[in-house]
């Protein structure tokens, strides 16, 4: 290995394994500024995301190495929140996390992804999904909403379905809380993406070297 350290390799899950998937993209995070306090959708769609006056990119705490590109790193004060962009139904979410402890993210009011670090496991919608990403690398979440309140819930590819305890209401925020570590790559559809493309955008489904098929 060209590394004493596997977990530090490069050769880890990543967004740039494969292509973009831009249909239904109506909101595209790339969290790459490395100046100034504002977060800009590259697609044009959603509000800029605009973070506390004392909260400036230029901070080399505040600005890291990502999946693809640069990510912004949070310390658990500054929390970080997408205004207004989720529909109650049919809609995909999907994000790359990088947590050095405890989280919770909010995908509109109380409905809420919990991580302990101590198992490690996500929850969402009274199901609960062990990270198989190593602790000291990049993890990816998605949320599937097919309904006001079901769907699917993803870890690092991983699928459960959820039924209840969840409330999708139009014009909800997506927000992290107590958030320490790095965020990158956050994207919104307006539409149900499925099992196969969710394994995309998760990097654990790419392209083999000679062109013909996906793994």
Known sequence: SLFDDAGESRFQPSPGWNRPILRGLTGYWQLDEENGSTLSDGT?????????????????????????????????????????????????????????????????????????????????????????????????????????????????GQKAEFTSGVTFFAGGSITTTDFTGLVDEVRYYDEIKEESEVKELAGRSFLDLSGNKFH
Not at 129 to 151: D, E
Request: net charge negative; charged share 15%.
């Open 44 to 156: 044009g769609n959603q509000a800029a995301v605009t973070m506390a006056s004392n909260f400036d990119l230029a901070d080399e705490n505040r600005s890291d190495w990502g999946t693809l590109g640069r990510a912004i790193e949070l310390n658990g004060t500054a929390d970080l929140t997408f205004p207004n962009v989720l529909d109650d139904s049919n809609f995909t979410f999907s994000a790359w996390l990088k947590p050095s402890g405890d989280f919770t993210l909010s995908v509109g009011g109380a409905n809420n992804i919990t991580y302990d670090a101590s198992v490690p496991a996500c929850s969402f919608g009274g199901e609960t999904i062990a990270r198989i990403s190593p602790l000291n690398q990049w993890m990816h979440i998605a949320v599937v909403a097919t309904t006001t309140g079901t769907g699917f819930f993803y870890v690092d």
